[in-house]
């Protein structure tokens, strides 16, 4: 302490009154204790961060106080130990954390006349600097998803992932690539099964093309001329002979996406052409040996269907040699700021105007189910994109059905549907959930298209399934 001369005309009584002012009015705590640990002064700001009541401070000293467990240690009690000054952060109890320096004064003898204990309450400043490093993260979590969508522009790769699972798939499709196996990729509608059959497919470093065929969008009839080609005359309309997808895909890879949807007439097909490599023509007598590599993909329950009879089980053994499956968008969030970013960026690019989402959308986004998964937000992204009026895309611009995101599937799939104590049948428990479904998705949406496009479905399966579930909603 440096004295001017105003101390040595003071009298005592004012140098009191203006120390425990000084003692008073400190933002830290101030806590002093005789040479046995008994308390002698302390201030308020050391009741607050410590918290410890005023009739225990006066009652007992600081090493009791640690002995019976009020305080999780005593610096002052340290420093009496060991004579010397000590200082520590102590966790008390009652959530508050603070930096302790408690230092011993003594007499002409070396004997401590008492311990003066400064506390300095760090609780604030430790909770910036974890949001601080909170924030840290995430901006090198952009940085690095940013990076990522840069690489996959400049190399015109689609495949967006910040996850560690996702991580893991491509590996181990890259591993996959190498080989001629037939591979299955499993997993919810829009996961992106399409995407990562191209990937393995320009991984493999097979030269020929890749070609795709969705099992459930050709009428059963065509699928197989499509498949196999046909020879001239081989059915009415056969004017020519026809190559068929699977000789197309020689020497490259072929994509029989919703495999589930095979007719099961064709099952057996598919299995000979996996076994022997070898395919013949509607119509034709001659076989003729592919090379191919087959991907299949769906996304049912294809032991489901095994049961049911409507897959074949050796089928389904040929194709899951090599089975990969995709986890939805909800089961690896940290994917959703990586694809939003890459989505606007593209948008950016066509459009030649660059927008930026709002923080509170990106929370709204990082919330929800994504039932359609990263289909429903590449949607989602388009919708923003257009209907913001200036660079930000904030919450007016997100459906309402996001922003007041209820996880009704999970809430409701999560639940055991009863009638008279016993366990509903399977098809009934799923018309019940179907219509509790579409009741809260129409309640969450101002109108039928908005409704339908949030369920992708077609605005007359909508109706008709309203219809037919006997759902009185608008
Ligand atoms: N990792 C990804 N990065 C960027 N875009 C992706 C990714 N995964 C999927 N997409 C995009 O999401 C959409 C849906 O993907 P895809 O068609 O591959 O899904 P799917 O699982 O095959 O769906 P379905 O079972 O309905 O055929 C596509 O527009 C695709 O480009």
């Known amino acids: 302490m440096y004295k001017t001369p105003f101390f040595q005309l003071t009298a005592t009584e004012e140098l009191v009154y203006l120390l425990t002012s000084i003692f008073n009015t400190s933002h830290d705590g101030l806590y002093v204790c005789d040479k046995n640990g008994y308390t002698l002064l302390y201030n308020e700001a050391f009741l607050q961060i410590s918290g410890i009541s005023m009739e225990l401070m006066n009652t007992y000293s600081t090493i009791e106080l640690h ?3 009020v305080v999780p240690e005593s610096c002052a009690g340290e420093a009496i130990k060991t004579q010397r000054s000590c200082s520590t952060i102590i966790d008390y109890y009652n959530g508050k954390k603070a930096i302790v320096t408690a230092t011993p004064f003594f007499n002409q003898d070396q004997e401590i006349l008492f311990v003066v204990s400064n506390v300095r309450d760090i609780t604030e400043i430790n909770r910036l600097q974890q949001e601080l490093e909170e924030t840290r993260q995430v ?42 196996s037939p591979i299955l990729l499993l997993g919810e509608s829009g996961v992106g099964k399409d995407v990562l059959a191209n990937y393995i497919h320009e991984k493999s470093e097979r030269g020929g093309d890749f070609i795709k065929i969705n099992c459930g969008a050709i009428p059963d009839h065509l699928l197989e ?21 699977f000789e197309l895909a020689h020497g490259g890879t072929i994509f029989l996406d919703e495999i589930g949807d095979l007719p099961y007439s064709l099952q057996v097909k598919l299995l000979n052409v996996l076994q022997d ?13 592919i090379n191919i590599r087959i991907i299949a993909a769906t996304n049912c329950d294809l032991e489901s269907l ?11 053994y040929r194709l899951n040699v090599l089975s990969i499956t995709i986890p939805p968008l909800r089961e690896r969030r940290e994917d959703i700021p990586a694809l939003l970013f890459f989505y606007l960026k593209k948008l950016a690019q066509k459009y030649k105007m660059e927008k930026r989402i709002d923080n509170d959308v990106l929370e709204k986004c990082m919330e929800y189910e994504w039932p359609g998964n990263i289909r429903e937000l590449k949607n989602l ?14 919450l007016n611009e997100l459906p309402s059905f996001i922003k007041n995101s209820q996880r009704v599937a999970l809430q409701n799939s999560e639940t055991v549907k009863y009638k008279n104590n016993k366990p509903l049948p399977l098809k009934q428990a799923i018309a019940e959930f179907e219509k509790e479904y579409i009741t809260n998705m129409l309640s969450l949406t101002s109108t039928m298209q908005e409704c339908a496009d949030t369920l992708e479905v077609n605005i007359s399966t909508l109706v008709r399934k309203k219809r037919s579930l006997g759902i009185k909603f608008k």
């Not at 090198?140 to 996850?163: D, M, P, T, V, W």
């Not at 388009?382 to 904030?394: D, F, K, L």
């Open 67 to 69: 002995q019976m467990n």
């Open 139 to 180: 901006n090198l979590a952009f940085q690095k998803a940013l990076e990522q969508i840069q690489n996959g522009l400049e190399n015109n790769q689609q495949f967006i992932y910040r996850s560690k699972s996702m991580h893991q798939i491509l590996s181990m499709a890259s591993r996959f690539a190498k080989n001629d």
């Open 225 to 245: 001329s499509e498949l196999f080609g046909y020879e001239k005359g081989a059915f009415t309309g056969a004017n020519a002979r026809k190559e068929g997808l």
């Open 277 to 289: 490599s070898k395919i013949r023509r509607l119509g034709g007598t001659q076989t003729h040996e």
């Open 306 to 316: 095994v049961e049911q009879k409507k897959f074949r089980l050796d089928l389904y």
């Open 381 to 394: 992204v388009e919708r923003m994109y257009h209907m913001s009026e200036n660079r930000i895309i904030s």
